[in-house]
């Protein structure tokens, strides 16, 4: 078929970008939603994971510390008809090689999960159920190279959803 540019204008300055659905092979990869001062405000990508596979995303963070909050939905994914969906993920957080952050239970955490339904919360993100077993980190980072590691707690295969919010301040 034939190929063309998408384009898409707003007469409305409020609004903050776009989120552009790429499909190819029944994967799904979604294009960075920016802010107009260019700055990421989401990111997000389904994959398939297999028995004992690692998915290891990275970014660069540049200007000011940022809070970003780090997903990956596995068992929520059902409600939305997501057959085959991880059902016990896990992300690792690194900087330098060194591990700074870790999660697999979202809401079993010293806060109780409360800095990620604030971030949800902030950055509009689908909640997810109190008792799920999917992972969020909300860490406050400084300018630099991380490394993200998703993988399923048991080494088990599923569907995985994996994203990345910067979370405004207010």
Known sequence: GSRRPLVIRSRDVRLE?????????????????????????????????????????????????????????????????????????????????????????WCVCPDGGAAARMACGRVGAFPLPEDSLDAVIVKTLDPGAYTVMIKDEDGFSGAILFEMYTVPPY
């Open 17 to 105: 970008g776009i989120l552009v659905e790429l499909a190819d092979g029944g994967e799904h990869c979604y294009a960075p939603l920016m802010r107009p001062e260019g700055v990421m405000l989401n990111m997000s990508v389904r994959l398939p994971l297999h028995h004992g596979e690692v998915a290891i995303p990275g970014l660069v963070l540049s200007g000011d510390r940022q809070m970003v909050m780090f997903r990956a939905v596995g068992p929520a994914l059902g409600a939305y008809g997501v057959e085959n969906a991880m059902s016990d993920p896990r992300i690792e957080l690194y900087k330098d090689g060194k591990m700074i952050a870790q999660s697999c239970d």
